[in-house]
């Protein structure tokens, strides 16, 4: 399949749109050409005297068919038309030829909830939101019900946040072993294990230089959040080191919700359970992702769905009372039947957060580069395993509190945080709006900065692998003091001397 762009550049939607129909695709782009042989969308924008002409044309599996709107050039948002235009043409076409109809409509974007945010903090009524998206933007009735659903939890939550508060992260890079279907920069413990006393010393070091310059800068921790990998990997003494740190670094009397991946139970252990508990942690998440055996074996999980319950039982005896479990739709070897069963486990369970994550199928993951899975779980009935999650969640009194999507998803899906009312995940929710300063500590870490006022966003990238964590750390400590000439600026502008 080729995308052909005639006459303009709108190159990442209309890209990201054509795989949502074809995923996992290789697509090629040509500007400006004439189109070849094969299947193709082609794309074209030609100028009137006062309006912009749009042409698609769609070439698959033997039939061809165009359509054409105008768009006037006076529009004050007439790029933005145009390219929401060509998406609905795209959209409307490969739905008419291929029979599938995306349910997230012509929506490419991570975050889908601040564009209905956005929406209900000018004032707009539910009515014209769900109208706009729907006939606008081609969104099926139930997800623009769980955007707007999500959107006004996530008010009642953002509405307590201040200008000069933040976020902490720190992130553990390390897993007892790597997962089918994951993509993140973590390390299986036996390759990595010679590098996880230096990490740490590396890692101490930068918590006490971040301590200091958020302390000079008067800067105020609502939330931390220890993620990875899994943290649990370290020995219960690691931890609490560093834990500890953070304590001694880190005002955290302001700090309304501490949280901990527990993570996998084959290293979850009533010790390190109880340092994290010493630490003042809130929240913890202990993540089955199935509670299917046979599926817990195809992914590459060294656990039984009966420790994981096993250690929920252990967490509840120590006294944790905000608990979330992670779970994927879509994964191989699951079933419907199967991933009821995990659903209604979890809700016996009873745990504060549930998230629901659809199966992502990254490049980076050994997923990726296995044929044969990636033909199994195309045919997953995986839209079915997320709209039953939905139902019975919120039967069971959860709500939607956080929501966002990512590149080749499974049925171009998404990954939704459900709680019990009073349980929702403020960093999470801080994390994926963009909504406030997250200082990012460790390997892969991003720290963002946020200007509240203005909405301007810049990030600081740490470095992915932990052997480049630990010897370039120096450059790592240059890198940080964009956070306080970010602060600076921002303060000079509001002083108006900038």
């Not at 659903?149 to 390390?174: C, G, H, M, Q």
């Not at 199967?338 to 209604?344: L, N």
């Amino acid at each position: 399949m080729t995308l052909y762009l005639n006459g303009h550049t709108y190159k990442y939607e209309l890209e990201h749109l054509i795989k949502m129909f074809f995923p996992l695709i290789k697509l090629g782009i040509v500007y400006n050409e004439t189109e070849g042989d094969g299947g193709a969308v082609v794309t074209t924008l030609t100028e009137e005297d006062e309006e912009y002409r749009l042409t698609v044309t769609v070439r698959y599996e033997g039939e061809t068919i165009s359509r054409m709107e105008t768009v006037s050039r006076n529009r004050t948002d007439c790029s933005a038309e145009c390219e929401r235009v060509f998406g609905v043409l795209i959209y409307e076409l490969l739905e008419s030829l291929t029979g599938t109809s995306p349910k997230w409509g012509i929506l490419t974007g991570i975050r889908p909830v601040k564009l209905v945010s956005a929406r209900l903090e000018n004032g707009e009524p539910d009515e014209r939101i769900v109208q706009e998206f729907e006939r606008d933007y081609k969104v099926k009735p139930q997800k623009t019900k769980l955007l707007l659903e999500t959107a006004k939890v996530e008010r009642s939550v953002v509405s307590r946040r201040a200008e000069n508060d933040f976020s902490l992260y720190i992130a553990i890079p390390f897993c007892p072993t790597r997962c089918q279907y994951c993509s993140f920069v973590s390390h299986s413990v036996e390759q990595a294990k010679k590098l996880i006393p230096d990490y740490l010393l590396t890692l101490r070091h930068e918590i006490r230089e971040t301590g200091k310059i958020a302390a000079e800068l008067g800067l105020k921790l609502k939330t931390v959040y220890f993620g990875g990998g899994t943290p649990t990997v370290l020995r219960a003494e690691q931890l609490a080191e560093l834990f500890d740190e953070v304590r001694e670094c880190f005002d955290l009397s302001n700090c309304v919700e501490y949280t901990v991946e527990a993570g996998r139970a084959d290293t979850i252990t009533a010790k390190k359970l109880a340092a994290i508990q010493n630490a003042g942690a809130t929240r913890i998440s202990i993540n089955p992702q199935s509670f299917e055996d046979d599926v817990l074996e195809e992914i590459g999980r060294k656990h039984t769905a009966a420790q994981v319950i096993d250690c929920y039982h252990m967490a509840r005896e120590l006294g944790f009372d905000n608990i979330n479990m992670d779970f994927i739709a879509g994964l191989k070897g699951d079933t419907l039947d199967g991933f009821k069963r995990t659903m209604e486990t979890a809700l016996a369970l009873e745990p504060e957060n549930i998230t629901v994550h659809t199966l992502s199928v990254k490049r980076s993951s050994s997923l990726y580069q296995d044929a044969e899975s990636l033909r199994m779980i195309r045919d997953n009935p995986t839209s079915a395993m997320v709209d039953y999650s939905q139902q019975v969640l919120e039967a069971a009194g959860y709500h939607p509190y956080y929501l966002y999507r990512q590149k080749n998803t499974l049925q171009n899906l998404e990954n939704v945080g459900f709680c019990k009312p009073g349980y929702e995940g403020i960093y999470n929710i801080y994390i994926m709006e963009e909504l406030q300063t997250i200082l990012a500590l460790g390997a892969g870490a991003v720290t963002k900065l946020v200007d509240q006022g203005s909405g301007l966003i810049e990030r600081v990238f740490n470095y992915k692998f932990p052997y480049e964590y630990i010897g370039q750390f120096d450059e790592m400590l240059r890198r940080k003091e964009q956070v306080r000439t970010f602060y600076e600026r921002k303060r000079l502008c509001a002083d108006g001397a900038l």
